[in-house]
């Protein structure tokens, strides 16, 4: 238990968050006590500004102002989105923490530009937006049997990380020591940390497929992917928005489904692409747990609805698959040896990229109108007076359809797509193992 609340501790992400050069600046309260007799529309005006350009230098990063008040998260739109008010430092049963806001930005300078943006780079692939181009770039135009077995583990690694954030419901660090500079995920619970979960996930299990698959430099492969680990861990301890047991814990995740899926992965997915039952139980899978089986209590917020989207997402991806397998278009040839890797050719290039291109305007285009028509039908099952995404009774279903829509559009349509178009990628459809 020591060792837990030494992990656990906020001074750990302070110090690191210091040692990468992120400063914290005097408060708005503290500036207005410091003017008190200036006028508050010259506050409003951007004093505060040009009173930390005065103290700080120029070289400064101000996120929170009088101003500019942009990046302040209202609690009443979150509670309006069902987002409890608990969620963070408010819930910290340690007094000393009290009185900080959790829904708002720390104000800060950052000292150290070059850690900034890579750590801010680092931060994105643990995003929706990452998932949604790169896991679809690999199976479009790099091998679609590795983008398998990577998203199956990825999907049930990032089940039980967003699970346990509702199970364990620990606040993120304190704003009292750590600077915040992170909102997007403010209203979940802290642990574990689901960019640990991805940042472990992912690469580790595309380049075991790598040097599973091709003739590859294991080495090489290993550090790029401890680096894309190491690099988005730590861009949530810079961020203020995760102590260092939650990305601890995110990657403990990984490693245990990774060790429990790779000795089985070519039975797992023989029988997702080619059993005839398979479609049918990921479906009720998929909906069992984003259910009546979800092993969480029912918080409120967005941890569960984000949850559905993964594993509403993979299920549509391997259905995808498996109906690329019985429509005949996927044959089952195992390779000879391992593959060699080839320099891509300005040819093989420029098809990758309208590929790609016409991927993701291909799957935008489903996402939107598929997100669309099901939050209307949905607000007129329910009885809504108008469509609103954000209804609890909504958020469930609309995303469940709207990404498992998502899912197949990837894996099944767009190849075809790309073949009608002259682009689809020879081996393609014979990467079934």
């Known amino acids: 238990m020591d060792l837990i609340k030494i992990l656990n501790d906020p001074r750990i992400v302070a110090k690191f968050q210091q040692v990468c050069g992120v400063e914290r600046l005097p408060e708005p309260d503290d500036f207005e006590e410091e003017f008190e007799n200036q006028d508050k529309n010259q506050l409003n005006n951007g004093t505060y500004d040009k009173y930390v350009k005065q103290r700080h230098s120029h070289e400064y990063v101000l996120q929170h102002s009088y101003k500019n008040n942009n990046n302040r998260t209202k609690k009443a739109d979150l509670q309006k989105e069902g987002v409890p008010p608990f969620t963070s430092d408010d819930s910290d049963s340690d007094s000393q923490y009290r009185g900080s806001n959790p829904y708002k930005i720390t104000p800060h300078r950052i000292n150290n530009k070059f850690i900034f943006y890579a750590f801010k780079f680092a931060s994105f692939f ?27 583990v990825w999907g049930i690694s990032m089940y039980i990380g967003q699970v346990g954030k509702d199970i364990f419901q620990w606040p993120r660090p304190t704003t009292q020591l750590v600077i915040r500079m992170d909102l997007d995920f403010a209203q979940e619970f802290s642990m574990p940390s689901t960019h640990a979960v991805a940042a472990s996930s992912i690469p580790f299990m595309m380049a075991y497929n790598f040097i599973y698959r091709y003739q590859v ?14 690099m988005t861990c730590g861009s949530r301890m810079y961020l203020g928005v995760h102590s260092l047991l939650d990305v601890i814990v995110g990657c403990l995740i990984s490693v245990v489904v990774f060790g429990t899926v790779v000795p089985f992965k070519d039975e797992i997915d023989w029988f997702i692409q080619t059993n005839p039952a398979s479609p049918v139980l990921m479906f009720l899978l998929c909906v069992a747990f984003s259910t009546v089986l979800y092993p969480a209590p029912e918080i409120g917020n967005q ?92 958020q469930i279903p609309y995303r469940f359809v709207t990404y498992m829509a998502v899912g197949i559009i990837i894996s099944w349509t767009v190849p075809i797509l790309h073949n009608k178009f002259g682009l689809g990628r020879p081996h393609y459809y014979m990467e079934v193992l």
């Open 217 to 230: 430099s294991t080495p090489l492969f290993v550090c790029l992917a401890v680096v894309w680990c190491l």
């Open 303 to 394: 941890t569960r609805p984000d949850c559905v989207k993964v594993i509403a997402a993979l299920t549509g991806c391997l259905m995808g698959q498996w109906g690329n397998y019985f429509n005949g278009m996927s044959q089952a040839i195992p390779p000879d040896g391992l593959f060699e890797v080839y320099l891509p050719s300005l040819k093989t290039i420029a098809c990758a990229i309208l590929r790609f291109m016409i991927g993701v305007l291909t799957v935008a285009l489903v996402k939107t109108v598929v997100q669309t028509f099901s939050v209307k039908f949905l607000s007129y099952m329910f009885g809504l007076e108008k469509a609103d995404r954000h209804h609890p009774k909504i």
């Open 126 to 152: 643990g995003d929706e937006a990452f998932y949604l181009t790169f896991l679809p770039f690999v199976l479009w135009n790099v091998d679609s049997s590795l983008m398998r077995t990577t998203v199956l």
